[in-house]
T-cell receptor, first 114, second 109 residues
Framework: GAVVSQHPSWVICKSGTSVKIECRSLDFQATTMFWYRQFPKQSLMLMAT?????????EQGVEKDKFLINHASLTLSTLTVTSAHPEDSSFYIC??????????FGPGTRLTVL | ELKVEQNPLFLSMQEGKNYTIYCNYSTTSDRLYWYRQDPGKSLESLFVLLSNGAVKQEGRLMASLDTKARLSTLHITAAVHDLSATYFCAARSQGNLIFGKGTKLSVKP
């Protein structure tokens, strides 16, 4: 149980385009979902926390207008990188929590912006 | 602001020997997590430590927590090649996970 999927697993896009990444909890309802970014050989940095039906809470330094998060249901959150630039190239990982101690991590999405 | 520090950042291990990774955190945290990450992959949950003195073991890995010292350790017993990966600790602050920089383990025969 407790499976989290992400789609796509990798994406290459041109600079200036927008990219949407989906995060789904497959067998549980996620009251909270988290989005992380991981640059090569670095740790995970929390970007934002979202609760179903409410606006996401962004970490300091993360532009909310650039990284749009929608948590429309208890099993789906989306991250849209708007007007992507090469410096946005990174590994984006979501996690989902049914509540309590645990976060279940998705497999990650590797974004490359040309 | 909660900060999490791991050391060492790199660890070259010999098969069969024992090693320890240290994870210090700067302010009170109610949870301490250990994760494993293989290259190009996401995180695999290893342990969740909830209270002072907690000790959990899985195979060759054992994690412990000292909340008074704000220190968690991940002990590796008789290292084997399969353990080569990057290991992260994370502490929880106000519901959010704050990660250490990770420790890259490499096991040499």
């Amino acid at each position: 149980g407790a499976v989290v999927s992400q789609h796509p697993s990798w994406v290459i896009c041109k600079s200036g385009t927008s990219v949407k990444i989906e995060c789904r909890s497959l067998d549980f309802q996620a009251t909270t979902m988290f989005w992380y970014r991981q640059f090569p050989k670095q740790s995970l940095m929390l970007m934002a926390t979202s609760n179903e039906g409410s606006k996401a809470t962004y970490e300091q330094g993360v532009e909310k207008d650039k990284f749009l998060i929608n948590h429309a249901s208890l099993t789906l959150s989306t991250l849209t990188v708007t007007s992507a630039h090469p410096e946005d190239s990174s590994f984006y990982i979501c996690s989902a929590s049914p509540g309590g101690n645990t976060q279940y991590f998705g497999p990650g999405t590797r974004l490359t912006v040309l | 602001e909660l900060k999490v520090e791991q050391n060492p950042l790199f660890l070259s291990m010999q098969e069969g020997k024992n090693y320890t990774i240290y994870c210090n955190y700067s302010t009170t945290s109610d949870r301490l997590y250990w994760y494993r990450q293989d290259p190009g992959k996401s995180l695999e949950s290893l342990f969740v430590l909830l209270s002072n003195g907690a000790v959990k073991q899985e195979g060759r890995l054992m994690a412990s927590l000292d909340t008074k010292a704000r220190l968690s350790t991940l002990h590796i017993t008789a290292a084997v090649h399969d353990l080569s990966a990057t290991y992260f600790c994370a502490a929880r602050s106000q519901g959010n996970l704050i990660f250490g920089k990770g420790t890259k383990l490499s096991v040499k025969p």
